[in-house]
């Protein structure tokens, strides 16, 4: 069965370094997402990706944020100088073509994100 | 109304037991609905959409009620395994993201 694949599982960070979470996608799948939960809290939306670019993104999606889609296969989230409350699991998602989230999305199995 | 709300729970039930989770949401113009369940610091899993009135599944029923905009989720005969937060999802912004509830704990005891 076809899933999303995330690397690393576990990232360990000092405050203030770049990280960039990895995610492989579905195969045929064109929307793209990425999620965070903060330990303890619900799942929680930053961002959209589809034909090459962004197509929606929250307010925690701020300008020390970004992603990517540097080839065919893989989708990234890079984090600037991380903060302490950056600290959660990222999940990347991803969906069938045609209606967005509006079909089902599947979830990678998460990275835990630890700045320390 | 928050986006989408969930009692949190925890709902601990017995073996065998019936167990039903409600979820409501605020944007009437959504037109799909999930359940996805969630392990302890596993990923969200796909347990159910709904993009009618309802939808059955073995021991999983889910229905929706478009007027009072809120969205149940049955188990019949629970299981140990059943034990997970259940969590509503409902797409939003335009379809783009989906917006996820607090979710609901379940715990099954024997």
């Known amino acids: 069965e076809p899933e999303v694949t995330q690397t690393p599982s576990h990232q360990v960070t000092q405050m203030g370094q770049e990280v960039i979470l990895r995610c492989v996608p579905i195969?045929?799948?064109?929307?793209f997402y990425w999620y965070r939960q903060i330990l303890g809290q619900k799942v929680e939306f930053l961002v959209s990706?589809?034909?090459?670019?962004?197509?929606?993104k929250s307010e925690i999606f701020d300008d020390q944020f970004s992603v990517e889609r540097p080839d065919g296969s893989n989708f990234t989230l890079k984090i600037r100088s991380t903060k302490l409350e950056d600290s959660a699991m990222y999940f990347c998602?991803?969906?069938?073509?045609?209606?967005?989230?509006?079909?089902?999305?599947?979830f990678g199995q998460g990275t835990r994100l630890t700045v320390v | 109304r928050k986006e989408v709300e969930q009692d949190p729970g925890p709902f601990n039930v017995p073996e065998g037991a019936t167990v039903a989770f409600n979820c409501t949401y605020s944007n009437s113009a959504s037109q799909s609905f999930f359940w996805y369940r969630q392990d302890c610091r596993k990923e969200p899993k796909l347990l159910m959409s709904v993009y009618s009135s309802g939808n059955e599944d073995g021991r999983f029923t889910a229905q929706l009620n478009r007027a009072s905009q809120y969205i149940s989720l049955l188990i019949r005969d629970s299981k140990l395994s059943d034990s997970a937060t259940y969590l509503c999802v409902v797409p939003t912004g335009g379809g783009n993201k989906l917006t996820f509830g607090t979710g609901t704990q379940l715990k099954v005891e024997l």
């Open positions: 195969s045929n799948h064109l929307y």
């Open positions: 998602a991803s969906s069938e073509p045609g209606q967005g989230a509006s079909t089902e999305a599947f």
């Open positions: 990706f589809y034909n090459n670019e962004i197509s929606e």
